[in-house]
């Protein structure tokens, strides 16, 4: 294994690390994407060891992670604490968005009008479904319809107003459904920053640089959707922390080869870390103890180095795919349509010594793996871990050069 691909492993907790937990994995990686719940559930399952998709669902409705608009306008969870400064650089080319969305679907308005209307709407109401929240602001003279609800959700989010809240419990009406709510009522204060603009990119630059390194200013502008005058500020601000490493890369310093797994670089101070969590600040990553049954089992140990044939299953919008500017050495450009067909799908992967080497998906109780050759992708384990995490049966298929079906996830 290249010792980049070993490092950003190690930096993306894909060696399984002592146990972090859920607000403890969120502070590690900034921001974990969760437009696919379920996908976003299986990326905690993946860097760790015994969580439970339960323990996901606990964290969110416990307010110790939080689902909102994110890096790229995209739906994350993170944690409370850092919504405000990430709000602050990602919110003005949300709300663009959402306002061009908005005309779109047909509603007029500017934010000066819309948002009293939003709030209005969620204020001291709790968690609504998009059908829910329509009814609101159509009661309060905004006739709002399908996804133009949802970018009104999204406008009030750019403006720190708007976070999404647990989805409905099972049984209840709207089980599994999105809900939004308003943001001082659930997380107890308004979304801001304390941070000034350039106090905010040094973090992310900090921030991201410990979940992605070794990394580049492009990879950072790639990830955050950020331009890229403001990715070079965010390295220029911390460069008195950063090594530049051959190739044109860089990681925080004091972090030795692959041991990007250290939950605060010594080179930090408590001045430059602004929003580190307890959970964060407490937790060490060192070897976690895996169980040997079926061939790749493990990941190997904290330093990022990988036992032969290490095998994850990483879900859909795995954000090892996601986290810079290429997927070169990777994922091969023969197989790049496989797992990236087009219209925002990106499959979920089977990811061997760092490598894709196939895709997998899950109907049912049936775990079907297509590797990209014909070649027995170890996946056992795996299988036997997903079951654990989901609570329910799930065996393992292999299929060959068939096409792609079922959930994604």
Known sequence: MSDLRGERLAAQSLHRPAPLGVPGLVGRLL???AQDVTAAALAFRVRSTGLTREDVETAVRERSIVRAWGPRGTLHYMLPEDLGWLTSLSGAALARTAIRRIGQEGVAGSPETLLPAVVRALEGQGPLTKAELGER???RGLPATGQAIVHLAALGAAHGLVVLGPGGRDGAP?????TYVHAADWLGAPVASSLDRDRSLAELAR???RAHAPAAPADLAAWSGLPLRDARTGWRLIADSLDELPGGCWRLRGTASGAGAGMGAA??????TVSVSGAEAGAEAGAASETASGIGAGMGIASGTAAPHAVRLLPAFDEYLLGWRTRAGVLADAHARAVHPGGGILRPT????????????LNGSTL???PFEAERLPVQAEAEDVSRFLGRPVTPAVSYGQPFSGHGR
């Not at 089977?350 to 998906?361: E, K, N």
């Open 31 to 33: 921001a974990v994407q």
């Open 137 to 139: 602001l159509s009661a």
């Open 174 to 178: 709207g089980a599994g459904k999105p």
């Open 207 to 209: 921030r991201y640089l």
């Open 267 to 272: 080179s930090e101070t408590a001045s430059e």
């Open 350 to 361: 089977v990811l061997v010594d760092g490598v894709i080497r196939g895709t997998w998906s």
């Open 368 to 370: 079907t793996v297509s």
